[in-house]
């Protein structure tokens, strides 16, 4: 019973030492992509890209689309969210993949504007929590959200929602139809499988999913979703 109390004091003991190690690594390394800047500074100068779309300039079914398939409980939950970090992990481990990752909006938007060329992922993932945690306590969630659709990264080079609208659609974000709105959704996931440039099928399959994902958080009907998958035929036609 002694030496199994031992073993357990020392496994609590590495657990511990190797956390505060980790924590220490990101800290340095959120310092490191700050460099000698506030928090404030960086993001003023993200938002003052000609390219930015103001939140409330976004279609409300954008917005729906972008939480409902990205992460459904972002309202709910602060800058991590256990529950899919507990979800993900279980997945990953019964399935021998890495087929779940767990973060939520608010640690992709850190990753999208510090990380996204750091190569220690453990070493990133802790930054990426220490970074979302500073997002949470300085930002709204729609401001949160906001710096997401305007960051991340759609394929074919184009970074940002309005980027990606103006290459792939011929309009603007704020112009959006309910369909663009769907398929802009799902690209990120997987810009390089996703783009409508580089396979329409799975642009489509893609989509599909994500109309599915909004039913499932009540911000579509069930005849809003057929009606909406009964005219992507002719959509795509634009894509051929």
């Not at 087929?99 to 990426?128: D, L, M, W």
């Not at 409508?196 to 489509?204: I, M």
């Amino acid at each position: 019973m002694k030496i199994l109390r031992n073993v357990l004091l020392i496994i609590l003991a590495i657990v511990l030492i190797s956390g505060i190690s980790l924590y220490i690594a990101g800290d340095n390394m959120y310092k490191k992509a700050l460099d000698g800047e506030t928090l404030e500074d960086v993001i003023a100068e993200v938002m003052s890209d000609p390219s930015y779309v103001k939140y409330e300039d976004l279609p409300q079914n954008y917005i729906n689309a972008v939480i409902a398939v990205e992460d459904h409980r972002f309202r709910d939950h602060g800058a991590i969210d256990l529950i899919a970090i507990g979800r993900a992990i279980y997945v990953n481990v019964t399935t021998f993949s890495l087929r779940e990752g767990g973060s939520t909006i608010t640690q992709q938007v850190a990753k999208n504007i510090f990380y996204i060329n750091e190569t220690n992922p453990v070493t990133r993932k802790s930054a990426e929590i220490i970074t979302a945690f500073d997002l949470e306590n300085k930002y709204t969630k729609n401001e949160i959200l906001e710096l997401y659709v305007n960051t991340i990264y759609f394929g074919d080079g184009y970074y940002g929602i309005e980027e990606a609208c103006q290459g792939y659609l011929g309009k603007s974000a704020t112009e959006m139809s309910l369909a663009d709105c769907t398929m802009m959704a799902g690209i990120p996931n997987a810009p390089s499988v996703y783009a409508p440039t580089v396979n329409p099928e799975l642009t489509r399959s893609r989509q599909e999913k994500v109309i599915s994902d909004m039913v499932e958080n009540s911000y579509l009907s069930e005849q809003d979703k057929n009606d909406l998958i009964n005219k992507l035929d002719k959509y795509y036609e634009n894509f051929e």
